[in-house]
Antibody
Framework: QVQLVESGEGVVQPGGSLRLSCAASGFTFSSYGIHWVRQAPGKGLEWVAFIPYGGNNEYYADSVKGRFTISRDNSKNTLYLQMSSLRAEDTAVYYC????????????????WGQGTLVTVSS | EIVMTQSPATLSVSPGERATLSCRAS??????LAWYQHKPGQAPRLLIY???TRATGIPARFSGSGSGTEFTLTISSLQSEDFALYYCQQFNNWPLTFGGGTKVEIK
């Protein structure tokens, strides 16, 4: 069965950096685009970043552009999110979520999600 | 950026009753709209995609309708496990955007 397992949870000071990972199994990882979506405490879902199946042409939310970098290692079935210049407003549970269709078919909605990992930015 | 607005923010419904949730887009998204159910501490669950197609394994009491800028998620007869948060999401344009959510609570 499809599994997405996030890791990298932590507390970091404002201005600091953190890397999240998402280990995938149960599907052909290299065929699907993958996203990061976050939920701040008491808030709704916010899409953060997307990387296509081939690893080129990433997309980012304006709120994280220039500070976050999404990447993937298809040989390890793993997605990453490198976060730098972290701010208090980046505090959230971060989910990785899988595109429902393979090969960048242009339909970016999510059929499987991980359980999430908590990032807290605080001094 | 396409702004998605959900209403109401909270919906109080008795078990067995119908729940109707609305989602409005600030510009047309055609039928590039999905609905998710989210319970605290769990992964969100895909309910509907393409505005009206139920995802695999989703009970028939969940239905979606609409196109353009106005969308509706209907739960025909609420079961205890349906009390949760519901989000719409457009995938017509980057950046992908979610509505603010509707909490369906027990009346």
């Amino acid at each position: 069965q499809v599994q997405l397992v996030e890791s990298g949870e932590g507390v970091v000071q404002p201005g600091g950096s953190l890397r999240l990972s998402c280990a995938a199994s149960g599907f052909t990882f290299s065929s699907y685009g993958i996203h990061w979506v976050r939920q701040a405490p008491g808030k709704g879902l916010e899409w953060v970043a997307f990387i296509p199946y081939g690893g080129n042409n990433e997309y980012y939310a304006d709120s994280v552009k220039g500070r976050f970098t999404i990447s993937r290692d298809n040989s390890k079935n793993t997605l990453y999110l490198q976060m730098s210049s972290l701010r208090a407003e980046d505090t959230a549970v971060y989910y990785c979520a899988k595109d429902a269709h393979p090969y960048g078919s242009g339909t970016q909605y999510f059929d499987y999600w991980g359980q999430g990992t908590l990032v807290t930015v605080s001094s | 950026e396409i702004v998605m607005t959900q209403s109401p923010a909270t919906l109080s419904v008795s078990p067995g009753e119908r729940a109707t949730l609305s989602c409005r887009a600030s510009q047309s998204v055609s039928t590039y709209l999905a609905w998710y159910q989210h319970k605290p501490g769990q992964a969100p669950r895909l309910l509907i995609y393409g505005a009206s197609t139920r995802a695999t394994g989703i009970p028939a009491r969940f239905s979606g309708s609409g196109s353009g800028t106005e969308f509706t998620l209907t739960i025909s007869s609420l079961q205890s496990e349906d009390f949760a948060l519901y989000y719409c999401q457009q995938f017509n344009n980057w950046p992908l955007t979610f509505g603010g959510g509707t909490k369906v609570e027990i009346k």
